[in-house]
């Protein structure tokens, strides 16, 4: 269709999925700083800060989190980060889990050099975040459910969705970081050339791989816009509706609409 796009089946995407990142795993960090300019550690930054995880009183047992498409550990770090920072809380564990061993593999490297390295503090699993299994991840597991710039690879947004209520305990927290629609016009178009343009160039020239980048792009112009997404986190059952910077809604947008944090609560 599009700039020489080929429409991939359904059931193909998912191991097209996987080898895109076996391919990106080992250069991923670089091209996303380069990709975004830097700017992703600054969402990820206020993602993380928005949601506040961690508490200050331990005589409760501690938050458990799981984030899911988690690849190289940036949400999962930070959640350990935040809650030993902001409430010197140690008891808080997150389950990392990511369908692609690879990028797991880069995400543990990276726990290694940290103090949460053989620590119960986070555990790493290879699994479907559209069917986690309920065995491994039972029913009301988790306080908080985090989900970073990965479900719009996944074939079944609702799907996914559906797992996530179903591993959150009542009153836990859904929330989604993810690229989204520019709602500014003419910062749409430039936005648009940006992407289509520079960064599978970025990829040949960074990665030596045009087409996993050129993926990349076109993931994100499928994505549903805010609104759409919102009302899919509705449809789920969870209940939508945060504050942001005082103001309500069910989500918020970062640069313009780049990016947009949803949440939603498990009733
Ligand atoms: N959350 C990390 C971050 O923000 O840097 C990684 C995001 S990366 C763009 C997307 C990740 O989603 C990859 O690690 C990929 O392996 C994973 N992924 C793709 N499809 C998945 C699925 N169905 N279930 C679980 N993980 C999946």
């Given at each position: 269709t599009h700039f020489g796009y080929r429409e991939v089946p359904k059931d193909a995407k998912e191991s097209l999925v996987k080898d895109v990142f076996s391919s990106v795993a080992s250069s991923y960090d670089v091209m996303n700083?380069?990709?975004?300019?830097?700017?992703?550690?600054?969402?990820?930054?206020?993602?993380?800060?928005?949601?506040?995880?961690g508490r200050a009183d331990q005589s409760r047992p501690g938050m458990r989190c799981i984030d899911v498409a988690g690849g190289t550990c940036d949400i999962a770090l930070r959640i350990l980060d935040h809650?030993?920072?902001?409430?010197?809380?140690?008891?808080?564990?997150?389950?990392?889990?990511?369908?692609?061993?690879?990028?797991?593999?880069?995400?543990?490297?990276?726990?290694?050099?940290?103090?949460?390295?053989?620590?119960?503090?986070?555990?790493?699993?290879?699994?479907?975040?559209?069917?986690?299994?309920?065995e491994a991840f039972p029913d009301n597991s988790y306080d908080l459910y985090t989900i970073a710039f990965g479900i719009r690879n996944c074939t079944s947004v609702p799907d996914v969705l559906r797992e996530a209520y179903r591993v959150l305990k009542p009153g836990g927290t859904f929330a989604c970081l993810e690229?989204?629609?520019?709602?500014?016009?003419?910062?749409?178009?430039?936005?648009?050339?940006?992407?289509?343009?520079?960064?599978?160039?970025?990829?040949?020239?960074?990665?030596?791989?045009r087409d996993s980048y050129q993926?990349?792009?076109?993931?994100?112009?499928?994505?549903?816009?805010?609104?759409?997404?919102?009302?899919?986190?509705?449809?789920?059952?969870?209940?939508?509706?945060?504050?942001?910077?005082?103001?309500?809604?069910?989500?918020?947008?970062?640069?313009?609409?780049?990016?947009s944090i949803h949440t939603g609560v498990k009733l």
């Amino acid at each position: 269709t599009h700039f020489g796009y080929r429409e991939v089946p359904k059931d193909a995407k998912e191991s097209l999925v996987k080898d895109v990142f076996s391919s990106v795993a080992s250069s991923y960090d670089v091209m996303n700083d380069a990709m975004s300019l830097g700017v992703h550690r600054l969402w990820k930054d206020s993602f993380v800060a928005h949601l506040n995880p961690g508490r200050a009183d331990q005589s409760r047992p501690g938050m458990r989190c799981i984030d899911v498409a988690g690849g190289t550990c940036d949400i999962a770090l930070r959640i350990l980060d935040h809650a030993r920072e902001r409430h010197a809380d140690r008891e808080l564990s997150v389950d990392v889990v990511d369908i692609n061993p690879d990028m797991l593999a880069e995400g543990a490297k990276r726990v290694r050099k940290t103090m949460y390295h053989n620590t119960p503090q986070i555990a790493f699993h290879v699994g479907n975040a559209q069917d986690l299994g309920s065995e491994a991840f039972p029913d009301n597991s988790y306080d908080l459910y985090t989900i970073a710039f990965g479900i719009r690879n996944c074939t079944s947004v609702p799907d996914v969705l559906r797992e996530a209520y179903r591993v959150l305990k009542p009153g836990g927290t859904f929330a989604c970081l993810e690229f989204s629609k520019v709602t500014q016009p003419l910062f749409a178009q430039v936005y648009d050339s940006y992407s289509f343009s520079v960064i599978p160039l970025l990829g040949t020239i960074l990665a030596g791989d045009r087409d996993s980048y050129q993926y990349l792009v076109e993931s994100i112009r499928r994505f549903p816009p805010q609104e759409d997404f919102a009302r899919m986190i509705q449809e789920a059952g969870f209940a939508t509706g945060g504050l942001w910077e005082g103001k309500r809604g069910a989500w918020t947008d970062l640069w313009g609409g780049i990016a947009s944090i949803h949440t939603g609560v498990k009733l």
